[in-house]
């Protein structure tokens, strides 16, 4: 068993970047397979914070293959755009960076389409990026999107964008009120992409499948998490793929009977931006500002202000199960040093009737009152401890209360923003 998986378990934003760079360091393959440029994962390299949303974390190391998977929608530009900016640190991406032919193009009507709704919806509004992705899975699902591969082939290319541009003009001037999109401009502007691109599309499915036939060592990581899952997560507060671990496989080809661990990463609290439930968030609006000052909890791919509060283990149990995850990957520990008692959700009280199951039902979950045990905090500064022993009693008190809770193991704790900033499991 050659496969390893990264799985964010929250609302997303729970620090997968810098766990995936981490562990990039003893895998020869990384594999992103859903997701798109509403993504943002951060990392630190020599000293320089990087920000990526489409392009593996892993790119960062010299001798790993990075491949973009076919159930991720990819905006070209996007990616022009991470290329050349990896290259201004000297981190190169030919012969490295790999995408599918499969996956699907995220266009600038995607875009268009992606704002129109939210205005249109209004209060119903859902919180969305705006970058086009919901847009772009729809196509793809009402099968009239157009791949990666498409561009390669002038006839097809041109007659499946004349009919899809001719789709969306009737929508954006007839609901809309907006102006059309020039077709001939639309066309030029993705050809001239195609010689960007030509050098690392392949047919990755062949790839992915000789390298674990090799017993290489692939590591997949998701964009955003689990609760944020087309089917099991906040529905409709969600994206528009599977971000739990059946996405794994139908966005990448890489087999089931290959994996080794299922990392699931969660925050020490919680943390959520767009629209939606959340029902441990921080009621005391001056200390959920400063805290969420200190933690630096912006959002990478928008600078989004991310709403904050306490961990909430009813629902990281629930993404725990549904992900079958093996190992716990706990992250900013360091950033609740300081606060003198600690609140963690063990129960939601819903109408009178308590419960520890997650509810698949929004309109519960608008209405939740969640239950705390409350546990003692600690001061220390623990940003150089790389040994759990030697955190404070109360610190690993905590993780013993998660551990206990969801019965899955914490295997690497984060404590800094760093790649080196890790206490991970001895036993």
């Known amino acids: 068993m050659s496969v390893d998986i990264v799985l964010g378990l929250q609302w997303g934003d729970e620090g997968k970047g810098k766990i995936v760079d981490k562990l990039s360091e003893n895998a020869d393959v990384v594999v992103r397979f859903q997701g798109g440029a509403n993504a943002g994962h951060t990392v630190y390299y020599e000293d320089n914070k990087i920000v990526l949303h489409l392009i593996p974390s892993g790119i960062i190391h010299k001798g790993t293959i990075c491949i973009i998977g076919n159930g991720v929608v990819l905006d070209p530009e996007i990616l022009a755009e991470e290329i050349s900016y990896l290259n201004k640190f ?8 790999f995408i599918s032919k499969r996956a699907h193009l995220v266009f600038p009507f995607h875009k268009g389409m992606d704002r129109y709704i939210e205005e249109f919806m209004k209060k119903g509004q859902l919180g969305t990026t705006k970058r086009g992705i919901g847009p772009a899975y729809t196509d793809k699902f009402r099968r009239i999107g157009i791949r990666v591969g ?24 007839k609901i809309f009120k907006e102006e059309e999109i020039d077709y001939k401009k639309m066309r030029n502007h993705f050809l001239n992409y195609r010689n960007l691109l030509y050098r690392y599309v392949k047919n990755t499915e062949e790839m992915l499948y000789k390298y674990q036939q090799e017993g290489k060592r692939i590591l997949l990581e998701g964009a955003q998490a689990g609760l944020l899952d087309i089917d099991y997560g906040t529905y409709p507060y969600v994206t528009s793929s599977n971000t739990t671990l059946g996405g794994v496989f139908t966005g990448s080809s890489v087999s089931p009977f290959m994996i080794k ?43 989004r202000p991310r709403n904050c509060g306490w961990l909430d283990l009813v629902a990281l149990k629930h993404t725990v199960k549904i992900n079958y995850i093996t190992k716990i990957i706990l992250t900013k ?53 790389r040994d759990r022993k030697l955190l404070p009693d109360n610190a690993k008190k905590y993780l013993q209360f ?4 969801i019965g899955v193991p914490i295997d690497i704790i984060s404590v800094g923003k760093f790649r080196e900033d890790i206490i991970q499991r001895k036993d």
């Open 402 to 405: 998660i551990e206990d809770y």
């Open 333 to 385: 520990l360091d950033e609740i040093s300081g606060i003198d008692k600690l609140k963690i959700c063990t129960e939601y009280n819903i109408n009178g009737e308590k419960t520890d199951i997650f509810p698949p039902e929004i309109y519960k979950l608008n209405i939740v009152e969640p239950i705390y045990t409350e546990l003692s905090g600690w001061d220390d500064d623990i940003s150089s401890v």
């Open 261 to 303: 661990n299922v990392y699931g990463v969660t925050k020490a609290y919680t943390t959520r931006v767009g629209a939606g439930p959340f029902p441990t968030i921080f009621k005391d609006e001056n200390f959920a500002n400063e805290f969420r000052d200190k933690a630096g909890e912006y959002g990478a791919a928008t600078g």
């Open 150 to 173: 498409d561009l390669y082939n002038d006839d097809y290319f041109e007659n499946q964008l004349e009919k899809i541009v001719n789709y969306y003009n009737l929508q954006f001037s």
């Open 90 to 97: 000297n981190i190169k991406c030919s012969g490295k960076l």
